[in-house]
C-alpha cells in the first residue's frame, strides 16, 4: 500500500485552476500534519501549504507566494487533503509533493516523515 497517495495536476493557462489531493494510509490518529511542498525546476524546494489534522484541529498554514490563492483543505474524518490552486500564474509551475509530518503553527508540517511520488503542474499560454 502506497504511503501517499496523490492525484490531480496537470496543464493549464494563466489564471485558471488546479486542485490536488492526497491520501494517506496507515492509522489517521498518527499524523499530525499534511501539506504540500514544490519544486520548479532548477529552483529549490519550497512549501505551499499544510493543515494541522490532529486532534483540536484544524488549523492551516499557507506560505506567502500562494495565500489568497491556494486553499488546503481536509476530507472529514479521513487522512485525506486537498489543495485548491485559484488564479495560477507561470511561476507556480512546479512538481506538487504531498507530506506528513510534525505540525508548528509557525512553518507548517516539520520533521518530514513520508513523501508522496509528486504530481506535476504546468501553467502555462
Known amino acids: 500500500q502506497v504511503p501517499l497517495a496523490e492525484s490531480g495536476g496537470g496543464s493549464v493557462k494563466p489564471g485558471g485552476s488546479v486542485r490536488l489531493s492526497c491520501a494517506a494510509s496507515?492509522?489517521?490518529?498518527?499524523?499530525?500534519?499534511m501539506g504540500w511542498f514544490r519544486q520548479a525546476p532548477v529552483k529549490e524546494r519550497e512549501g505551499v501549504a499544510f493543515m494541522y489534522v490532529g486532534d483540536g484541529g484544524p488549523a492551516t498554514f499557507y506560505t506567502d507566494p500562494v495565500k489568497g490563492r491556494f486553499t488546503i483543505s481536509q476530507a472529514k474524518g479521513k487522512n485525506t487533503v486537498y489543495l485548491q490552486m485559484n488564479s495560477l500564474r507561470v511561476e507556480d509551475t512546479a512538481k506538487y509533493y504531498c507530506v506528513t509530518g510534525f505540525w508548528l503553527v509557525t512553518e507548517g508540517c516539520t520533521a518530514l516523515e513520508q513523501w508522496g511520488q509528486g504530481t506535476e503542474v504546468t501553467v502555462s499560454s
Open positions: 496507515g492509522d489517521r490518529y498518527s499524523i499530525n500534519c
